[in-house]
Nanobody
Framework: QVQLVESGGGLVQAGGSLRLSCAAS????????LGWFRQAPGKGRDFVAH????????YYADSVEGRFTISRDNRKNTVYLQMNSLKPEDSAVYYCAASTSVTYGLWSQSREYDYWGQGTQVTVSS
């Protein structure tokens, strides 16, 4: 089992940047695939980005491709989400998630992830 704690959220102006972190505790962090999701008020939880256990394979939602970068440091048991050129529509609660085994092609599906953090709020002002 793994516990996930997000940090780094806050209020930023449009065009600005934030870096979210998600620290994990528990065993075998390096064996988990990891993802970031977000949920805006009144909406469902949407996929943002995914990184494989090795960190070598990444996938992004079309809405963030080219602006966001997911990475992980297995020595520090941490996954990051660097967010640049932020837009008001990026405002949401951001969650990190860990999966013991993601079915190929389904990395954007929340049901593929076994463990979730409590979320961190990101607000982008116009």
């Amino acid at each position: 089992q793994v516990q996930l704690v997000e940090s780094g959220g806050g209020l930023v102006q449009a065009g600005g940047s934030l870096r979210l972190s998600c620290a994990a505790s528990g065993r075998s962090f390096s064996s988990y695939a990891l993802g970031w999701f977000r949920q805006a008020p009144g909406k469902g939880r949407d996929f943002v980005a995914h990184v494989s256990w090795s960190g070598q394979i990444t996938y992004y939602a079309d809405s963030v491709e080219g602006r966001f970068t997911i990475s992980r440091d297995n020595r520090k048991n941490t996954v990051y989400l660097q967010m640049n050129s932020l837009k008001p529509e990026d405002s949401a609660v951001y969650y990190c998630a860990a999966s013991t085994s993601v079915t190929y092609g389904l990395w954007s599906q929340s049901r593929e992830y076994d463990y979730w953090g409590q979320g961190t709020q990101v607000t982008v002002s116009s």
